[in-house]
């Protein structure tokens, strides 16, 4: 009998075209690749046009329950839903189960793993690009909209290169000299030549290389200069939502302006940053306003590519925080009873959405060093 079974399965190997035994190998090939730290692979091929702009968005610290509390907390109608594909991400980095934002930053904007608290380079220190820099080197603007400091981790990672994530010197000197088109973010403390132990002025480095300085909203919309930096808040940690000035929304819609400027196209990070402060202190009033502003943000965007039509967004966490499970609700009161089971990150997949052209191909389980990749692939671009 066990000699009948060889030859039946023998033979179904043998009749099982050539191609397709290839088409296999290749992406067994191609998803043991994607696992390494510092190797990436070509994206599958899009069916739908070239994409002209990306804009990618996290939220920090947002898993697929913050998702939900948000779908449910806008009673159904939410911009998440807006999507029309939508996958997840394994967000592990180099040397741990459960990242930081470094780690995972630098992941979803290099396409590359790295070790916890690295910050644009690879485990050993060397130096990776991410695709907002590919972006100025290829002649189209690039920029992005936080609502922490301009120097956190997330932001960081599209521009600096920095062993450990709270170099804020370095990282601040290396955000003046990286040539985006609008930074919007707090943090301008970390600027100023007193507070720093190397006494030197990036804001001086920024005004010399054509930058307009900011320090208001209100100033930030009244600018008419094609580089632009504006700090919204002093320290570190600014202001949180509900009481904060809308600068997620504002700020999204001064750098939409500017960037879509250039017919060469653009590249922006958004991020929602205080989603993970708010689950770190297991704050559900304090994360549902985080989300709500979130959504208001995704309004704008999704409105503009909607009218764009060559626009890819892409929707996603560097990883999750607080363990958050939702224990009840009801969507027609938008009420969630939240319970967290940590103050720190999870190791749990999070949440993808995108939309436009390129879209299809961030369905799935995928790991957070395909996403880029699948970005330059929509742009018609690659790596080299």
Not at 107 to 119: E, F, L, M, P, Q
Not at 178 to 194: A, L, Q, T
Not at 218 to 229: A, G, P, Q
Not at 233 to 254: F, H, I, Q, S
């Amino acid at each position: 009998m066990k000699k009948t079974y060889l030859i039946i399965a023998t033979a179904a190997i043998l009749a099982f075209p050539a191609s397709a035994q290839k088409a296999a190998r290749t992406d067994a090939e191609r998803i043991l690749q994607s696992e390494n730290s510092g190797v990436w692979y070509d994206a599958p091929a899009s069916k739908s046009k070239k994409a002209k702009n990306v804009i990618v968005i996290i939220g920090d610290g947002m898993g697929t329950a913050q998702v939900y509390a948000s779908i449910v907390a806008q009673k159904g109608a939410s911009n998440f839903l807006r999507f029309p594909f939508s996958g997840f991400s394994r967000t592990y980095s180099n040397n741990k189960y459960t990242t930081d934002s470094g780690a995972g930053g630098t992941a979803i904007v290099t396409g590359c793993k790295t070790d916890n608290r690295h910050i644009g380079v690879l485990a050993d220190g060397t130096p990776v690009k991410s695709i907002l820099s590919l972006a100025k080197e290829w002649g189209m603007s690039a920029g992005f909209v936080v609502t922490s400091s301009v120097l956190d981790a997330t932001p960081a990672s599209t521009y600096a290169h920095a062993k450990d994530r709270k170099m804020y010197d370095t990282i601040s000197l290396h955000m003046s000299q990286c040539g985006f088109d609008v930074m919007i973010g707090g943090g301008i403390s970390n600027f100023r030549p007193e507070n720093r132990k190397d006494g030197l002025n990036p804001i001086d480095t920024l005004l010399k290389r054509g930058y307009e300085v900011a320090y208001s909203l209100e100033d930030m919309k009244k600018s008419k200069s094609s580089k632009l930096v504006t700090f919204f808040c002093e320290n570190y940690y600014g202001p949180v939502a509900p009481g904060r000035d809308p600068v997620l929304t504002e700020g999204t819609k001064k750098a939409l302006d500017m960037l879509s400027k250039n017919p060469k196209g653009f590249v922006m990070m958004i991020e929602g940053s205080q989603i993970d402060w708010a689950c770190h202190n297991n704050d559900a009033p304090y994360m549902e306003a985080e989300l709500a502003d979130f959504e208001k943000m995704l309004k704008t965007v999704l409105d503009f590519a909607e009218k764009d039509g060559n626009t890819l967004v892409v929707v996603t966490a560097d990883h999750e925080t607080g363990g958050l499970v939702l224990m009840g609700g009801n969507i027609e009161k938008g009420k969630n009873e939240c319970k967290y089971t940590t103050d720190g990150h999870s190791g749990v997949m999070v949440p993808v959405f995108a939309y436009g052209p390129g879209a299809e191909t961030f369905s799935g389980v995928q790991n957070n060093i395909d996403l880029m990749p699948k970005m330059l692939k929509a742009l018609g671009r690659s790596r080299q």
